[in-house]
């Protein structure tokens, strides 16, 4: 079964920004893209994988995805997973390549499209969704996906051994699911009265966690974290998210003036590569009973490393196509659960639930066992675009059941999208 | 004077592969090449940019140039230079493209291009070399191009403004020039009759401080240094670098072993996002007498901040390609500066050397005004393919006195080394 020539690497955008979906105080007008990567084989099979993007550049991490994609061809499904770190370490480490990151930014994203297209291939050459494969894998299998490179200090892949015993029987996920919170209600271009309509409608279909942007302007951020508490009741959960607006001491003096709406973290506060910064923060706001959640642009595991060795975090939000796919998110789980710090993945854009619901998932079920202060992030945006959206019932994550990694896109709604030659860009070019 | 349309910009390659010039423990077989920008301006004027890479994957990176040129078309060099800070913000903060980013990785080193091409068109304007037109340039000027978001916990406005006072005549530099030492002698795919021959020859050339690469394998690491201590005597300086080879006490122990030969400082000993390895790395090899030094993966201010905050490094390794160009390199500067750790310019590659050295000849003239531990890296390869190639006297770097920042190429090399049409790749190909 090898792996064909994966040159249609495309790039498909979704034009977000007429609706100000996704907007925060830093992204004011996403375009929600992705590059997305197919895997022919010559047995049939396919593996399908993406990277999310905000619109413009995604023919950056296209023409990455194409680079990286000359170390796949030729190889066999069974050549990578048997070595599937010393595969990570051959896309990661190229002599000429790593130069272009090391493990951050294009590079890296392209490297978790690959990955992922890889990962869904071989949970459909299993017959398995991708948590299940996961779940179902020897523990020594599992740790021979990571690459350990830079994070030994921390974790050993004895350590990481003794972590993954099966913690947890998945029946309980089966039946009630993983909780959620949604971020569909309140992204910042939203007018109060459509903030209104939509946390009314959330708490009818039983969701119980919300999170709010802020970062923008300190007296809208005052009146609209109201207007929400004051919607959804003392009992029901509040976030908040600047998205790396401030500098350090003016995020501690900006969310100390929100505190009154008592949220349960900060997301964001500052840039993503402030370690220190981030636990300055997280001191300061540790007495208001604030904590800080970080890690959808932490670009790779040295960096999380360092956020837990700091306790410059309290909510670690692992990203599905910013980190070295599962490979790399493994190695963050067992990281985390060293340090006792919950995760809380990033989602919503494109794909990003589809994907990261499996990574928690196994979470719970081989690492963690624990719900406590846990739950995934959920926008309800593009999953119709998908062959195998995404299921949510009494605002949880049900268990996906076909094979795969759930981020094959509808042939149709590629070709609608893909930039620039797609009908909806070719429209709103006439617009 | 209007700048032009750089949709010219293009993928230059060098095949120093064959010959292992720049080989390290991480970096066996780069061909030194760079993404090279020229912007065109009504009135005759051009500026000349370009970042570094190393072979496979400039293609990427010339994809983020011309995304990132769509920001440049049309604007003026008075419009951007009256608001530098502004336009840099521009383009490192664009609400799409900063998810690639931000500020790191590919998009970050194609805005390095973007911004040394519009340098270089400044200096070309005001008829003066970058390191005069910096020197001559009112402080408050100076300031007005640095973006400080996200540093400003360790460096306000006004801390810039009281370091920049003129702190040292010129007349020194131009005499004497700045000191330098050599990498040439020793990469890792040299064998030792090379090495002999060159460190001889580099004695004869005046040259006092020698780099080694390390970090592949220790008792040849042992063998190595042990040779190029006995070659230099005891009273020359030797650096060693490996290049990121290492995870945290690996670095330490084997670093232990090579402290025999006196080494100044341990370069890259682990991961470059590595900020708190490198701080316990720091601490214990200062016992043995050895420094850390970082910086040419070091990916933005953020990072530098936080390595100066942990007392992570001894010797602060600024990059013209890596970081934002001058505006970023600024920053890093004056926070080194008030830190009091000394500047030591990474160089090499492709127009390193030609670019860096208006840098640290900026730094000293108005910021640091000493030169006790501290030099400028030097490279002997591809100095031949600029217009105004660096002038090295008696292992100083003299100032260059040429309008402009020195990384023009020349049209015949350029079109040579063109990849994949031109002639040298062509050749290649072919063998």
Redesign the interface.
């Known amino acids: 079964c090898i792996t064909g020539d994966p040159r249609e690497v495309r790039d498909v955008r979704f034009p977000t920004s007429l609706g100000q979906h996704g907007s925060d105080a830093?992204?004011?007008?996403?375009?929600y893209s992705a590059a997305y990567v197919v895997l022919d084989t010559d047995c049939g099979l396919k593996g399908f994988g993406l990277t999310f993007?905000?619109?413009?550049?995604t023919?950056?991490?296209v023409?990455?995805v194409k680079?990286l994609a000359r170390l796949v061809v030729g190889k066999s499904l069974q050549e990578i997973v048997s070595n599937f770190r010393g595969f990570y370490r051959l896309l990661t480490?190229?002599?000429?390549?790593?130069?272009?990151?090391?493990?951050?930014?294009?590079?890296?994203?392209a490297t978790a499209a690959v990955l992922n297209a890889v990962w869904d291939l071989w949970a459909r050459a299993e017959g398995k969704p991708l948590w299940k494969l996961l779940v179902d894998m020897d523990p020594k299998r599992i740790v021979s996906c990571i690459d350990f490179?830079?994070?030994?200090?921390v974790l050993t892949e004895d350590e990481a051994l003794d972590i993954l015993v099966k913690a947890q029987e998945e029946d309980q996920m089966l039946k009630e699911g993983y909780p959620a919170y949604t971020t569909s209600c309140a992204w910042l271009g939203y007018p109060d009265q459509q903030l209104k309509q939509l946390c009314t409608d959330a708490l009818k279909s039983g969701w119980t966690k919300f999170k709010v942007k802020v970062g923008a302007d300190l007296e809208d951020d005052v009146r609209r974290c109201r207007l929400i508490r004051q919607m959804i009741g003392p009992n029901n959960t509040l976030m908040i998210d600047a998205n790396?607006r401030w500098?350090?001491?003016?995020a501690i003096s900006w969310v100390s003036k929100l505190a009154e709406v008592k949220p349960l973290w900060i997301e964001e506060p500052?840039?993503?590569?402030?370690?220190?910064?981030h636990a300055?923060i997280a001191k300061a706001l540790a007495p208001l009973g604030i904590g800080v959640a970080t890690g959808e642009?932490c670009?790779?595991r040295?960096?999380f490393?360092?956020l837990l060795?700091?306790s410059a975090l309290q909510f670690v939000q692992i990203d599905s196509c910013r980190l070295g796919s599962v490979n790399e998110n493994l190695a963050v789980l067992l990281m985390a659960h060293k340090f006792q710090v919950p995760v809380c993945p990033h989602a919503g854009g494109v794909g990003l639930c589809e994907l990261v619901q499996h990574l928690i998932l196994f979470d719970y079920i081989c690492v963690s066992a624990n719900l406590s202060n846990r739950m995934c992030e959920y926008v309800d945006h593009l999953h119709e675009h998908f062959a195998n959206p995404v299921v949510i019932q009494d605002a949880h994550y049900m268990p996906p059941k076909d094979p795969g990694y759930s981020c094959e896109m509808l042939e149709s709604s590629v070709k609608r999208h893909q930039f620039p030659e797609g009908d909806v860009w070719k429209l709103h070019q006439n617009k």
């Open positions: 830093m992204h004011s007008d996403p375009d993007t905000l619109g413009k550049g023919e950056i991490v023409c990455a680079a480490s190229d002599g000429q390549m790593r130069w272009l990151g090391p493990e951050k930014g294009v590079i890296h994203l490179r830079y994070i030994t200090d790396q500098d350090v001491d003016e500052t840039s993503p590569d402030d370690i220190l910064g300055t642009q670009h790779n040295v960096m490393k360092q060795q700091a």
